[in-house]
């Protein structure tokens, strides 16, 4: 593995379904983000992690779960897909959070909800 | 994005320059990135800028005025591949990245 890797590229989900979305760095980077990003507006932060063992919420946390049990997994949940959810998800990482933490991000997951 | 604002597309031709302006809530800034985005992949780093003035990096440059709320991206002897979109992201004082929906860069020869 180099880098931060997702997976899987590309979902086709049913309404309803649960679904985890993966996502691994190997860069010992103590912050991780979830970002969807849907035509014509910015990326959206929907859960972050500062570190190990602790999450937040972003801007867009509803019907989103995650998780932080070690520092490369940082796996982000659908517990009930619906269609409003169909979008493109970026996981990133940084070494923390200063301001000239740049961010890193893996290839992203192509979600539709049917 | 919420309270970023950057022009929805451009277009330029091969080996000429371009500038993409960005304006942006100023209260809570904190420091202001550029983002390259090639159509179906993710955001790679492009610049930081934090103090008023002019970043320079080989073909690419930023500029920042904090207390206009103001950055451009400027970029010179344009080249096929840097058809793109360039995002403006402020970090706020939450330590939280804002993005904006970008500036779709169309280059042609």
């Known amino acids: 593995i180099a880098g931060i890797t997702q997976a899987p590229t590309s979902q086709i989900l049913a309404a309803g379904r649960r679904m985890t979305l993966r996502c691994t760095q190997d860069?010992?980077?103590?912050?991780m983000y979830w970002y969807r990003q849907d035509l014509g507006l910015g990326l959206r932060l929907i859960h972050y992690s500062n570190t190990a063992g602790t999450t937040g919420k972003g801007e867009v946390p509803d019907g989103y779960s995650v998780s932080r049990a070690n520092t490369d997994d940082f796996p982000l949940t659908l517990a009930s897909a619906v269609p409003s959810q169909t979008s493109v998800y970026f996981c990133?990482?940084?070494?923390?959070?200063?301001?000239?933490?740049?961010?890193?991000f893996g290839p992203g997951t192509r979600l539709t909800v049917l | 994005g919420q309270n970023i604002d950057q022009p929805t597309e451009m277009t330029a031709t091969e080996g000429a320059i371009v500038q993409i302006n960005c304006t942006y809530q100023?209260?809570?800034?904190?420091?202001l990135f550029w983002y390259q985005q090639h159509a179906g992949e993710a955001p790679t780093f492009l610049s930081y800028?934090?103090l008023d003035g002019l970043e320079e990096k080989g073909r690419f440059s930023s500029f920042l005025s904090r207390s206009k709320g103001y950055s451009y991206l400027l970029l010179k002897e344009l080249q096929m591949k840097d058809s793109a979109s360039y995002l403006c992201?402020?970090?706020?004082?939450?330590?939280?990245?804002?993005w904006g929906a970008g500036t779709k860069l169309i280059i042609k020869p």
């Open positions: 800028n934090v």
């Open positions: 992201v402020r970090f706020d004082s939450n330590y939280q990245l804002i």
């Open positions: 860069m010992r980077h103590n912050a």
């Open positions: 990133a990482s940084s070494p923390g959070l200063a301001d000239t933490d740049t961010q890193y």
């Open positions: 100023t209260s809570g800034f904190n420091g």
